[in-house]
């Protein structure tokens, strides 16, 4: 279940003052579609492809042009949409399409609006990520954000993080573990058949060849003691 604005709140703060913590960004994910000519753009990751603007520091996507959305009706998108900053974009989200002017562009997937407009498409806080200091130790923060946390929540670092990745690129994994494997057995059972094939083979094409040795008394040797 989210934290609610009033439960997130005392842990903002806390984590905020954990040493080696340089700040403390609510993550939010929720519904954003873009419409050009009418129609949807494909994105597999529509459902949670809106975040506020301090998710950006989660991921390592900068701005390529413009600026951070301040505004209600401001957004930043990705470059490899085709909106130039300055042009008018329809958006789907929750509530409808909207009308969003975008100010900025980035490097990687994603729609990012002001915190504020966040906050009304998704009030609950299920994330909260920490952005440590440089040269600070994450065993150290992960300690810290536990006592902060208490029972009230789940510390995540490292390869755990993935627990927060959407929910496509999980599927995503799933379905190449699926096929990685599919493929290893295939290849297994590919080399055991015709490894026993050329044996068989092999022997099949000796078979006379054994026959008239074994009838001229010829054994396997042995070594003389």
Known sequence: MPWSRAEAEPLLTGLDKVPGVADAVVDRSFYAQAIKHGTPVTDEGALESGHGWGSARMAPYELVSGRAPRAADEIVVDRALGAAVGSDLTVNVTQG??????????DGPGHYFSEAFAARQQPG??????????????GAIVTAAKKVLGGQGEVVSGDGRSELQPRYIEHKRF????????????????TVFVVASVLVLATGMRRREIGLLRT???APSRSSA
Do not use: D, N, W, Y
């Open 97 to 106: 399409r909207r009308q969003f002017t975008v100010v900025g562009t980035v």
């Open 175 to 190: 379905l190449g573990v699926q096929l990685i494997s599919a493929m290893a057995l295939l290849g297994l059972f590919t």
């Open 125 to 138: 806080v299920r994330a909260i990520a920490l952005v440590a200091e440089k040269g600070a130790e994450t």
């Open 216 to 218: 001229i008394g010829a």
